[in-house]
């Protein structure tokens, strides 16, 4: 049995024009399940023909189109033919490119010999904007390799190697990144006091703040550097991812400021920015929003520190026999921590910080060497505790209250922000090593792409 496949192209003036472009054979009686219907190869064959074909017919008519001089109506007369390349997801396809001297009556004297090249102009990349958009979105969800393979596997696209995956998502990256800074200087200010105050508390903007490791390729100074992931939550704003190198970026605030600008904040509003204690993130939030920004210290980082306590304390109460000098009051400072904490005391905190260490290092001496260690650890976890809590004073809050009224008090929602941009791209399990510069734009396109606003945008870029 043969199937033969023809494209009937129709102009609008209703010339139809008819080209065979492929013939499948079979078997007439078929013997086995693997010889029914379409194959892979067959179909990419047919997708590549009818791409070339309808692409070709689309060139040719716009050339002829732009043949006509725009002022008199009079034909152009050709100067040469050229061809010129397009990638496509549907293969890569050759078009003429025809040259056309400029019509007599635009052409003065001394510019004779001037030609144009209509299809050069259409013809603006060397890819169309689907395959960019495609290879991008790839090359961010998965390892250039792999997203090669995955578009070679599936379509009769070329080149699809990993080199032009990784050079399209950069390219994507950029643009991305550029109109990040455009967002970023575009934002509006508040004027109107009663809105500031309105906007107050009600629907400010929390941004999520945490930091990753990626392995540097080798060569780099560092074996690690760092990337800075986070997101914004808003009421009644979708969220929205963002992540950076900031050795890399060519504004590490506008980012943000785009970011927080997508949720409808304008300059002037407040902004709440929860982190782990590193001071350069709430700063970046600041150089981001150049106005107020109430930084929260995040709870879960504070609590684990809280838990070291803790455990040592544990530890003391269950060595058998138990240590002489354990006092109850001692005790009951380091239960009463958590809860001190919890509800925004963290001077009362401090003061029992500063009660169980000075009596632990009392009570070193006249006890057995097991017990000791442990009373020198209990002291070193309080004066570590203290120490954060006195860093991080200004980003202390009541966060019992906090959290009754519903509101985030842990940056856990941005370490899975970290998970889904860094690790499970530049996981060290996958053996993965990156320059700043190619992690940081990676990390443009994952950002937009799990966000969802990835498709929308590149649509927009490409116009
Ligand atoms: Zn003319």
């Not at 990638?87 to 396809?93: I, K």
């Not at 890819?127 to 250039?144: H, N």
């Not at 980003?395 to 509101?407: E, M, P, T, V, W």
């Not at 008090?409 to 993965?432: H, P």
Request: with cysteine; net charge positive.
């Amino acid at each position: 049995m043969q199937w033969t496949v023809r494209l009937e192209a129709r102009t609008s003036a209703g010339e139809v024009t008819t080209t065979e472009l492929v013939t499948f054979s079979r078997p007439g009686v078929v013997s086995t399940l693997a010889e029914i219907g379409l194959m892979l190869a067959e179909t990419k064959t047919l997708l590549a023909k009818l791409q070339a074909s309808m692409l070709c017919g689309q060139v040719a008519a716009y050339a002829a189109h732009h043949r006509v001089c725009a002022a008199c109506g009079v034909l152009q007369p050709l100067k040469d033919r050229r061809t010129r390349r397009l990638q496509t997801l549907f293969g890569t396809v050759e078009v003429e490119a025809p040259r056309f001297k400029v019509c007599r009556c635009r052409q003065p004297v001394p510019l004779a010999g001037v030609t144009v090249s209509p299809v050069g102009r259409l013809l603006t990349a060397r890819c169309t904007p689907e395959l960019e958009r495609v290879q991008a979105e790839l090359g961010a969800r998965t390892s250039f390799r792999d997203g090669a393979r995955i578009l070679e596997a599936l379509l009769p696209v070329s080149p699809a190697n990993h080199e032009s995956l990784r050079n399209r998502t950069h390219a994507v990256a950029l643009r991305l990144e550029a109109a990040g800074r455009q967002a970023a200087a575009e934002v509006t200010a508040v004027r109107d006091d009663t809105a500031k105050a309105a906007a107050v508390d009600a629907g400010r903007p929390v941004v999520m703040l945490d930091g990753a490791y990626i392995r540097a390729v080798p060569g780099h100074q560092v074996r690690n550097f760092e990337a800075v992931c986070g997101k914004v939550e808003r009421e009644g704003h979708p969220t929205r991812r963002f992540a950076l190198v900031r050795s890399v970026a060519e504004q590490p605030h506008a980012l943000l400021r785009a970011a927080l600008q997508g949720q409808g904040w304008r300059e002037g509003d407040a902004v709440t920015a929860i982190s782990d204690g590193d001071p350069a993130l709430p700063a970046l939030v600041r150089s981001a929003t150049a106005g107020p920004v109430e930084p929260i210290l995040d709870w879960f980082h504070l609590s684990m520190r809280v838990h070291h306590v803790e455990q040592v304390m544990r530890g003391l109460c269950a060595l058998e026999p138990p240590p002489l000098v354990l006092p109850d009051h001692a005790q009951i400072d380091v239960e009463r921590l958590r809860s001190l904490l919890w509800n925004g005391h963290h001077e009362k905190a401090c003061e029992a910080l500063g009660r169980i260490a000075s009596w632990a290092k009392d009570a070193v001496m006249p006890n057995e060497p097991a017990a000791e260690a442990k009373f020198r650890r209990l002291a070193a976890r309080c004066a570590e505790l203290r120490s954060y809590i006195e860093t991080n004073e200004g980003a202390l809050i009541d966060y019992g209250q906090r959290s009754r009224a519903g509101k985030p008090i842990s940056t856990s929602r941005a370490e899975g922000t970290v998970n889904q941009l860094v690790n499970a791209r530049m996981n060290k399990r996958r053996q993965m090593r990156w320059s700043p510069r190619g992690a940081h734009r990676v990390l443009q396109v994952r950002a937009a792409v799990l966000d969802g606003r990835f498709r929308q945008q590149a649509i927009q870029l490409a116009a």
